[in-house]
Nanobody
C-alpha cells in the first residue's frame, strides 16, 4: 500500500517554530511534486506550499510567504516544511500530498494522488 505519513505537529506559542516532515512508504517521492495543505474546522482545505520533483521550483501561499520554507531530501524519501513566526491563524491539520503534475501556486487538490492522514498544528498562548 502506498502511504504518506506526516509528523512534527504540536502546540506552540505565537512567534514560535515547528518543522513538519512527510515520509513515504511503498513508493519513492523522487518522481512527484509534493504539496502541503491545511484545513481548519469548518473551513475548506487550502494549499500552503509545494515543491517540484527537482527540488528547485517552489511556491507558497501569500499568507505564509517569508515564514515557511519547503525542502526535500530524496535520499531519505522525505519532504519537510519549516514553519517560523507562527500565528494563531496557522492553526489547522496539515497534510502532505504527492502529485504527478508540476507544482503551481494554484494548489489544485484534484492533481494530488496520494495523501497523508495529517498532523495537528496549534498556535496559541
Amino acid at each position: 500500500q502506498l502511504q504518506l505519513v506526516e509528523s512534527g505537529g504540536g502546540l506552540v506559542q505565537p512567534g514560535g517554530s515547528l518543522r513538519l516532515s512527510c515520509a513515504a512508504s511503498g513508493f519513492t517521492l523522487d518522481y512527484y511534486a509534493i504539496g502541503w495543505f491545511r484545513q481548519a474546522p469548518g473551513k475548506e482545505r487550502e494549499g500552503v506550499s509545494c515543491i517540484n520533483n527537482n527540488g528547485v521550483e517552489t511556491d507558497y501561499a501569500d499568507s505564509v510567504k517569508g515564514r515557511f520554507t519547503i525542502s526535500r531530501d530524496n535520499a531519505k524519501n522525505t519532504v519537510s516544511l519549516q514553519m517560523n513566526s507562527l500565528k494563531p491563524e496557522d492553526t489547522a491539520v496539515y497534510y502532505c500530498a504527492a502529485s504527478t503534475y508540476a507544482c503551481s501556486g494554484l494548489f489544485f487538490v484534484a492533481e494530488y494522488d496520494y495523501w497523508g492522514q495529517g498532523t495537528q498544528v496549534t498556535v496559541s498562548s
